[in-house]
């Protein structure tokens, strides 16, 4: 007895929007992917700073503080041993005479949010497809929010304001052209998610993580390590500032008093 196999035939448009939606569910499977990966390595990179910076973050961020204070000290003297010391920018930037506009980067960035949130919120979706597309977008954009991206939010608004509407369409060619909206919005995501990673992988802090690991395996503390070491930066930091600051103070009047008020401003 032989055996019959049924074909159900598809046509052309049937075809192409099954071939789309597999390739959908392959990028956006990458994408959640290297971003369940990204989060795990960022909470991690956070797990250690908890640990790190009470410990030695704050000490290197003295001395930091202390030697770009010596250096400006140090330029200071120079200019007042120089006969050039010019009046103070600080003070003449205060002066009615020339107002100076403020540059506020953290308003900048709220405004564009704001733009971005306004045009993608999700109840502005015309059905559950495009509900669902607004979450995403707006789970990205408020990513790069939290990272202070200025650039990444202005390409999310770009992007958002390009992309065609497509109207809400049980129509093959309806749902083959939202398909392809959505593989390359997924594309977008890996190719961020990558950055995103390498960026994180590359930070002082994961390095330090990664010299921390490597210490513990060779039975070694190097957080102790560094707060011995920072201590003795701290001190020799602070050693030097004194250093700058008592030629300062044989420096004659006015030079003296504009060189200390410089510094403490």
């Known amino acids: 007895m032989s055996e019959l196999a049924l074909v159900l035939y598809q046509p052309p448009p049937t075809r192409e929007l099954q071939g789309r939606l597999a390739l959908l569910g392959k990028v956006q499977g990458e994408a959640d992917a290297l971003e369940a990966e990204y989060e795990q390595a960022r909470e991690r990179i956070r797990d250690f700073e ?39 920018p600080e003070a003449e930037a205060l002066s009615p005479e020339t107002p100076q506009a403020v540059f506020r980067p953290e308003n900048e960035l709220r405004s564009l949010f704001r733009e971005l949130a306004r045009r993608v919120h999700p109840d502005r979706a015309e059905d559950a497809e495009d509900r669902q597309r607004r979450h995403e977008f707006m789970a990205e954009a408020s990513r790069a929010y939290r990272n202070r991206d200025h650039r990444r939010l202005q390409w999310l608004l770009e992007h958002w304001m390009a992309t065609p509407r497509i109207a809400p369409s049980h129509a093959i060619d309806s749902r083959i052209a939202r398909a392809n909206q959505k593989i390359a919005w997924a594309r977008y ?29 060779e039975g070694r503390n190097l ?3 560094m707060r011995v070491r920072v201590l003795d930066d701290l001190a020799r930091a602070q050693a030097e500032l004194d250093a700058v600051l008592g030629e300062v103070d044989r420096l004659p009047d006015p030079a003296r008093a504009e060189v200390r008020r410089r510094l403490e401003a």
């Open 223 to 225: 957080v102790a390590e």
């Open 50 to 88: 908890k640990r790190w910076k009470p410990a030695v973050g704050r000490r290197y961020l003295e001395v930091e503080g202390l030697k770009e204070k010596a250096e400006r000290a140090r330029r200071l003297l120079r200019l007042a041993l120089a006969g050039r010391l010019e009046p103070s």
């Open 189 to 217: 995501r890996i190719q961020e998610m990558n950055h995103l990673i390498a960026e994180l992988h590359g930070s002082p802090l994961a390095e330090m993580r990664r010299e921390c690991e490597q210490a513990a395996r």
